[in-house]
């Protein structure tokens, strides 16, 4: 499956931003979809992560309360909904496919080029 993540960008504190991934190529809905984000000399994070069908969702610590994500399996998009955004939370945002509902970047085969989220203070 290919993935094309955008929407990122520079918003000051506080802000919003919603990133979109468009998946092609393969059934969309046979995957659970995740975001990822990795800043500067920083390891790869999980941020969130949806089922198959969009019932349920799973958010790091860090972003529960201000991110929310959702699906759409006609249009073959993920969304994630950036809210209250923090100086911390920039960095490279990367959505990814795979078959199993985990936090774990290693369970997703399938990624996307990324889109930078530069927050302000």
């Known amino acids: 499956v290919q993935l094309q993540a955008s929407g990122g960008g520079l918003v000051q504190a506080g802000g919003s931003l919603r990133l979109s991934c468009a998946a092609s190529g393969r059934t969309f809905s046979d995957y659970v979809m995740g975001w990822f984000r990795q800043a500067p000399g920083k390891e790869r994070e999980f941020v969130a992560g949806i089922t198959w069908s969009g019932g349920s969702a799973l958010f790091a610590d860090s972003v529960k309360g201000r991110f929310t994500i959702s699906r759409d399996n006609v249009k073959n998009t993920v969304y994630l909904q950036m809210n209250s955004l923090k100086p911390e939370d920039t960095a490279v945002y990367y959505c990814?496919?795979?078959?199993?509902?985990?936090?774990?970047?290693?369970?997703?085969?399938?990624w996307g080029q990324g889109t930078q989220v530069t927050v302000s203070s």
């Open positions: 990814a496919a795979g078959r199993l509902f985990y936090k774990e970047k290693e369970r997703y085969a399938y």
